[in-house]
């Protein structure tokens, strides 16, 4: 028996061999061993699921055709999935049953995942000599809830992190995709889930990686021929956290492979929490399954903190430096730096530093100084409310107006026209532009962008005015 199914596989191997290029051949068939053979149901063992996912994705059609050619028409595949001892730790072996894919001839294919000794997996965050794999969470001890100051602007986003942190892969912000724009606590909110299920879940393997590091190490596995190591050790996680997901844009690899991370992760009752400069409809560059599931769980935005929460923020600060800064001083820094956290947080650090340089005391008058310098610098970056300010004055509308409920022609244009330059010269998103002119909602910008630019192209006048605005708007 267990010859005959080496035999029928290898004549399925030779065939696979001349149909698809070599490297593809050593990755994915190389590795698989022939179990048994049952009738017309031959098993072959997969060194993990991801693995099984792949070759029913790439490969189906071909195993299709070859093992129909050896083993007659009613031929059916059989996966054995080994996972390692480490992961299997706490689970019973068990059998899965997957959506058979669409192009599937083999139908019913079981997939069975057997638990087996496995030499440990090799990683970057892996802390050697240890036996059961312990994985260095890549967590900022700084970046607690503790430490997190919640205001209007991240309430939504803080209470769902914290629900998740209770219960990860339990609730149904899964995943979790925290987006807003640079400096307003993603990665910090997104840390402090995975402290606190450290802290009460110690046993759960937590892992915070940015996009850019998880894109390096996977190229890295590519040009080591170690992907099987690299998907393991992800498919591993129990929270997986990645920061700035927004850098996969345009990198169909890295996505494909993460895909098939987040299924293999979702599946398995696993918490996914990314990080985004954006929300999930403004991403360009992705492909769609990978949006769409995105938008599996629940996106919320951090928005910028309101006078109360800044002033929150810096008096945080300032008690847990155990520093001394008179409240005046941070009235002026909050009311002056408004758009950014870690902004404020460096003016803070920037006027201590001043003061300590030149043996001063912080007083109003310097810290005045140093903040107008530091302000100066970004006081020229146009805003949602210069904007629409620009727009008003040049069709001679009040800047209320923008926020009426009017749906007279020239209001409506002049409001779209406030949030396309709101989009294209700001960093702000598309929730924070909608907001801010008109309470409206994202998509209601990104019609209003789109509306624009056909105008753009296919009105010559309408193009000129814009031409004029976009002048006035950048002298
Ligand atoms: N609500 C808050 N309470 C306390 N500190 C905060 C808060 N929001 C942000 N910070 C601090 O501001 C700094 C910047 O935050 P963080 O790095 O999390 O921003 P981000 O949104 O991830 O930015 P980027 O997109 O540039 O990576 C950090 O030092 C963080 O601790």
Same mark, same amino acid.
């Given at each position: ?9 290898g004549?399925?191997l ?15 068939f190389?590795?698989?061993v ?12 997969v ?45 019973q ?9 669409? #192009? ?5 294919r079981?997939v069975s995942?057997?638990?087996?000794e496995?030499?440990d997996?090799?990683?970057?965050f ?17 970046y ?15 209470s769902?992190?914290?629900?998740v ?14 987006? +807003?724009n ?16 450290k ?8 892992l ?5 590091k ?9 040009r080591?021929? @170690? ?8 498919q ?20 494909n ?11 398995? +009752? ?7 400069? #954006? ?6 560059g ?8 995105? #938008?599996?769980?629940?996106?919320a ?17 300032i ?6 800064v ?24 920037s ?28 006081s020229k ?32 244009q002049?409001?779209q026209?406030?949030?396309?330059f709101?989009?294209?010269?700001t960093? @702000?998103?598309?929730?924070?532009i ?12 990104l019609?209003?962008c ?7 192209e296919?009105?010559?006048?309408f193009?000129?005015?814009i ?9």
């Amino acid at each position: 028996m267990e010859v005959d199914c080496k035999r029928i596989w290898g004549n399925c191997l030779s065939v696979i061999k001349d149909n698809i290029p070599q490297i593809s051949y050593q990755t994915w068939f190389e590795p698989i061993v022939p179990v048994k053979i049952d009738k017309d149901v031959l098993t072959i063992q997969v060194p993990s699921l991801f693995f099984y996912e792949y070759l029913e994705e790439q490969y189906i059609d071909l195993l299709s055709k070859t093992l129909r050619k050896e083993l007659g028409v009613n031929a059916k595949l059989e996966y054995n999935v080994v996972m390692d001892n480490a992961h299997m730790a706490n689970q019973q072996p068990y059998t899965l049953n997957f959506p058979t894919s669409n #192009k599937a001839d083999l139908r019913n294919r079981p997939v069975s995942v057997t638990n087996q000794e496995k030499p440990d997996i090799r990683n970057p965050f892996v802390i050697p000599g240890i036996k059961r794999l312990n994985v260095d969470p890549q967590l900022n001890g700084d970046y607690s809830f503790e430490n997190f100051v919640e205001g209007e602007c991240n309430r939504l986003a803080r209470s769902a992190s914290l629900a998740v942190a209770k219960n990860p892969g339990k609730t149904a912000f899964n995943p979790l995709f925290l987006y +807003g724009n640079s400096g307003l606590g993603k990665t910090h909110l997104a840390q402090s889930i995975g402290i606190e299920v450290k802290r009460n879940m110690p046993e759960k393997t937590v892992l915070y990686v940015n996009a850019n590091k998880f894109q390096t190490q996977f190229t890295d596995s590519v040009r080591n021929n @170690s992907q099987n190591d690299f998907l393991n050790f992800y498919q591993m996680i129990d929270v997986l956290i990645i920061d700035d997901v927004q850098e996969f844009a345009g990198k169909t690899k890295t996505q494909n492979t993460f895909f098939h991370i987040f299924n293999h992760l979702h599946q398995s +009752g696993k918490q996914l929490i990314l990080t985004c400069d #954006k929300a999930p409809v403004e991403l360009h560059g992705m492909e769609d399954r990978l949006l769409s599931r995105f #938008k599996w769980g629940l996106s919320a935005d951090l928005q910028i903190p309101d006078f109360e929460t800044r002033v929150s923020i810096l008096n945080k600060k300032i008690y847990k430096d155990g520093l001394t800064v008179p409240e005046e001083v941070v009235y002026y820094i909050a009311s002056n730096v408004v758009n950014n956290v870690r902004e404020l947080e460096g003016a803070l650090i920037s006027l201590l530093a001043q003061a300590t340089l030149n043996k001063k005391e912080i007083t109003f008058e310097t810290a005045k100084q140093i903040i107008d310098k530091l302000v100066k610098k970004t006081s020229k970056e146009l805003s949602i409310d210069s904007i629409s300010q620009t727009v008003c004055d040049y069709f001679g509308l009040e800047l209320d107006i923008l926020q009426s409920k009017t749906r007279k022609r020239e209001i409506v244009q002049a409001r779209q026209i406030a949030m396309f330059f709101s989009k294209g010269l700001t960093n @702000s998103s598309l929730s924070t532009i909608g907001a801010k002119i008109g309470k409206k909602d994202h998509a209601t910008v990104l019609h209003a962008c789109k509306a624009i630019n056909n105008l753009i192209e296919t009105d010559k006048d309408f193009k000129g005015q814009i031409k004029e605005i976009e002048a006035q708007l950048k002298s």
